[in-house]
């Protein structure tokens, strides 16, 4: 991975109170660091609201982009949008890195004696959790689905139609349904 300043917020020379600073993410960003599988053109824009406190920061990650993924119904790729909304807090500790507390899930430790915040590997962290876990086509504007037809009507013809071989195990609860629509 290369080391890129673009990321890079120089903290001691801030004055307290938010800054905001805006990153555009693509491929490029996301390549470097390694990311794989189905997911490409990476079209975001992270807005960070870094709130400088004394012994503190407050960061406010805003995620609005989009990217192309197979879809997980018909195959067909298509434009997948991306919006979320991340916080973490940044506490200053110690003055070496033997000091240092663990990482908790919204709160990272950093040494006093650093002198630049390295955001990258949040702002990657935070796009790959932005993506949902079910890519599926957005519905059509008349409800529709905007999956393939052809695909659906192949995926429908292929499933089995038949009912389920009733469970010996639940037989006898069919008399209490039976009961309960009586109103019994």
């Known amino acids: 991975m290369k080391h890129n300043r673009e990321f890079e917020i120089a903290w001691q020379g801030l004055k307290p109170g938010p800054h905001t600073y805006v990153y555009d993410i693509d491929d490029r960003f996301m390549?470097?660091?390694?990311?794989?599988?189905?997911?490409?053109?990476?079209?975001?824009?992270?807005?960070?609201?870094?709130?400088?406190?004394?012994?503190?920061?407050?960061?406010?990650?805003?995620?609005?982009?989009?990217?192309?993924?197979?879809?997980?119904?018909?195959?067909?790729?298509?434009?997948?949008?991306?919006?979320?909304?991340?916080?973490?807090?940044?506490?200053?500790?110690?003055g070496d890195d033997e000091d240092i507390p663990e990482e908790e899930d919204d709160i990272a430790f950093i040494p006093r004696s650093e002198t630049v915040l390295d955001i990258s590997g949040w702002i990657y962290e935070f796009l790959m959790l932005s993506v949902p876990l079910q890519h599926i086509h957005p519905d059509n504007p008349d409800g529709s689905s905007g999956c393939n037809e052809e695909a659906?009507?192949?995926?429908?013809?292929?499933?089995?139609?038949?009912?389920?071989?009733?469970?010996?195990?639940?037989?006898?609860?069919?008399?209490?349904?039976?009961?309960?629509?009586?109103?019994?």
């Open 152 to 184: 659906l009507d192949l995926l429908d013809s292929l499933r089995d139609k038949s009912e389920p071989a009733a469970n010996p195990m639940w037989k006898g609860l069919d008399a209490f349904k039976e009961e309960d629509k009586n109103g019994e």
């Open 31 to 94: 390549k470097e660091r390694e990311a794989v599988g189905d997911i490409t053109n990476w079209k975001a824009r992270v807005s960070l609201i870094f709130d400088k406190h004394e012994n503190f920061f407050m960061l406010h990650f805003d995620i609005d982009g989009k990217v192309t993924v197979p879809c997980d119904r018909c195959g067909d790729i298509f434009e997948l949008r991306l919006w979320d909304e991340f916080d973490l807090i940044i506490k200053l500790a110690g």
